[in-house]
Nanobody
Framework: QVQLVESGGGLVQAGGSLRLSCVAS?????????MGWYRQAPGKQRELVAT???????NYADSVKGRFTISRDNAKNTVYVEMSSLKPEDTAVYYC???????????????WGQGTQVTVSS
């Protein structure tokens, strides 16, 4: 089992910045893993924000490219997302996500944090 604990959400004005952190604990595979962030706004489906593998490969949603930066501290099993130039449409609950490679062709199930609210006022 993998446990994820997020922190750093809050209320910010449009144009402002926030940094979210997520610490993972438990049985994380050492072969390869992916950690990142998804978000869900009221009435909408959960969507990708950004992910980063233990090898450093990143994937960003088009809507956040150039504004958000994901990073990791593998020694601390922690993933961050630095969010800048925030817009009201970035308002959502942000969820930390993690999964790890079980074999060359198989990944673990997705693990999720409890979510942290980010609210951007106009």
């Amino acid at each position: 089992q993998v446990q994820l604990v997020e922190s750093g959400g809050g209320l910010v004005q449009a144009g402002g910045s926030l940094r979210l952190s997520c610490v993972a604990s438990g049985s994380i595979g050492s072969f390869e893993d992916s950690m990142g962030w998804y978000r869900q706004a009221p009435g909408k489906q959960r969507e990708l924000v950004a992910t980063m593998t233990s090898g450093g490969s990143t994937n960003y949603a088009d809507s956040v490219k150039g504004r958000f930066t994901i990073s990791r501290d593998n020694a601390k099993n922690t993933v961050y997302v630095e969010m800048s130039s925030l817009k009201p449409e970035d308002t959502a609950v942000y969820y930390c996500n993690a999964r790890y490679r079980v074999s060359s062709s198989m990944w673990s199930p997705n693990y999720w944090g409890q979510g942290t609210q980010v609210t951007v006022s106009s």
